[in-house]
């Protein structure tokens, strides 16, 4: 569903220095597959997840998704994004809309979704978050696990073949975590094509077919999360895992 | 607690103390509630007001300077009943020439705000456009504007556009006020829009909307909420630069009370009548929009 060929990226610095984000990068992920990206900050995780969605420019590579090349200058990336739903790390909500305007709003703007029939989709999905009392409520009435389960409808709401998570708990009290990450594993389960980049270690070992461990922007080891956990090749990754659990 | 009455009461005392409550409050006891804070300061400037002009007044007198007031010509140069003209002879109610004035300063003013909203939204948008050649000319036409004077602009527009396009007076003085007011807007709408977090940008086009759907959906609104207090500066503004409009001959409420003075001699009291007159304007501008921002707070 996924392919990411020789994907180089390069972000320059306000200081002119040019820092390698993505070096060499390709991956497979197949419909239905959940995968979480781990690696040490800096190591190119989110810029992944940023240029399969083209909030960044990759500088040569390819990434096609569903068999279309979406660096081609023809394709209308709008068109691609609707079916690429996004879970940010500091949820990005629109403050000034109200929960249930926040997961409608796209579905009638974009997917061009009657006005009813967006609410019955945002009623059916606030519920399924747990979240639905709260529908009137305007962002900042909520706590931030809440938030991002609003989020996570949001993106929902367009009925995306993939979801990607860009450490959709980092920002989280921990206590709020478990909400947001129980969403994340309902969602796996139900068979969404996943691409999750996150610190939880719990969450890649129970729900992901595979884990991908990069640093400097490149992946260092990946397989099943079985293989990663107990049984890792590398001294990087061993390293990291020391480090982390 | 139970008691209606009692309940908003108690309710209304809890919100003061507790703003992230303030949803509470059921929205017609709100309102009042807005009402009477902004009566009370109307009230207060009001009071202030009447203090400084009555010593001023005082101590005018004390100077020994003999002027004999006439206040009481003011009123017929606002309203008066009669016949205009042989022209147009029914006994009527009719607007005195400041009133008249006043309209037309209305009349401009409201048109030039109208026209300024429009011009700095483009331009503010412009400003942070990828493309070099759209930044570069919404930069000149910024600085190009903000750096000459506003009446050399009306001469300009007035004896040279207007002369090409034969525009009237009222066309040239509405456009050289909104060309000015779109150049400070535009900027104002510039730091508004690159106030909002990047997020938000990235969370609408995620979703699949187009620069343009995020920017009138998401990114505008929420910038415009935030630039409410400089945008009223500006328009205020506004309203006090217009009577540089008298310069092309249009009767505005500054034309007037130069043609009163000059007719009638009554320096003091005609100018003193327009100040008021401008106030009236831009204040109630001032509280309008502070009305409104208290209305869009809401969702913080």
């Not at chain 1, 409808?153 to 998570?165: C, E, G, Q, V």
């Not at chain 1, 640093?215 to 590398?234: C, L, M, Q, Y």
């Not at chain 2, 602009?153 to 000015?180: C, D, E, H, K, P």
């Amino acid at each position: 569903m996924i392919k990411a060929k020789n994907v180089y990226k390069t972000f320059k610095t306000t200081d002119r220095r040019e820092v390698k984000a993505l070096v060499d990068f390709s991956t497979d992920i197949k419909k239905g597959e959940v995968v979480v990206i781990i690696g040490p900050s800096g190591s190119g995780k989110s810029t992944f997840l940023r240029c399969l969605n083209r909030l960044e420019e990759i500088d040569s590579g390819d990434i096609i998704i569903d068999g279309v090349n979406i660096n081609d200058k023809k394709v209308n990336i709008n068109k691609i994004r609707e079916e690429i739903g996004m879970v940010f790390q500091l949820f990005n909500l629109f403050p000034h809309k109200t929960v249930l305007e926040n997961v409608t709003l796209s579905q009638v703007v974009v997917r061009k979704r009657s006005k009813n029939e967006a609410l019955e989709v945002a009623r059916g999905l606030l519920k399924k978050v747990g979240i639905l009392e709260k529908e009137n409520g305007y962002p900042s009435q909520l706590s931030g696990g809440q938030q991002q389960r609003v989020a996570i409808a949001r993106a929902l709401a367009m009925h995306p073949k993939i979801m990607m998570f860009d450490e959709a708990t980092s920002a989280l009290d921990p206590e709020m975590i478990g909400e947001v990450l129980d969403v994340m594993k309902t969602l796996a389960r139900e068979g969404m094509t996943m691409v999750v980049v996150t610190h939880e270690m719990g969450f890649a070992r129970e729900v992901s077919d595979r884990v991908v461990f990069m640093d400097e922007g490149r992946i260092v080891e990946e397989g099943t999360a079985e293989h990663f956990f107990t049984n890792p090749t590398h001294e990087r990754t061993k390293l990291f895992l020391s480090q982390i659990l | 607690m139970v008691c209606g009455l009692c309940r908003r009461a108690c309710q209304a005392t809890k919100i003061t103390k507790k703003r992230g409550e303030r949803f509470r409050i059921p929205p017609f006891f709100k309102e009042r509630r807005l009402v009477l804070t902004f009566t009370k300061r109307s009230i207060i400037t009001l009071v202030v007001l009447a203090i400084i002009i009555g010593s001023a007044y005082y101590f005018f007198s004390q100077r020994g300077i003999t002027y004999i007031w006439h206040w009481e010509k003011m009123p017929e140069m606002l309203f008066y009943h009669g016949a205009k003209s042989a022209d147009d002879p029914t006994i009527r109610l009719r607007m005195g020439v400041l009133m008249m004035g006043f309209m037309l300063t209305l009349k401009i003013s409201i048109a030039s705000t109208f026209f300024g909203i429009i011009i700095g939204t483009v331009v503010g948008i412009a400003r942070l456009s990828k493309e070099p050649v759209t930044r570069w000319l919404s930069l000149t036409y910024v600085e190009l504007i903000r750096n000459t004077p506003l009446l050399v602009q009306i001469y300009i527009i007035y004896f040279f556009v207007g002369t090409m396009l034969r525009l009237s007076a009222f066309t040239a003085g509405t456009a050289a006020l909104s060309i000015f007011a779109g150049a400070y807007v535009g900027e104002i709408v510039r730091a508004g829009i690159q106030s909002i977090h990047k997020g938000q940008m990235e969370a609408s086009r995620s979703l699949g909307m187009s620069y343009a759907n995020a920017m009138r959906y998401i990114i505008l609104p929420q910038a415009f909420k935030r630039i409410i207090p400089p945008l009223a500066g500006q328009f205020i503004s506004l309203i006090k630069d217009s009577s540089l409009v008298s310069v092309i001959a249009l009767a505005d409420l500054t034309f007037q009370a130069i043609q009163g003075v000059a007719r009638t001699y009554h320096a003091f009291e005609i100018y003193f009548t327009v100040a008021f007159l401008y106030l009236v304007m831009t204040f109630t501008l001032s509280m309008a929009t502070q009305y409104i921002e208290r209305r869009l707070a809401i969702s913080d």
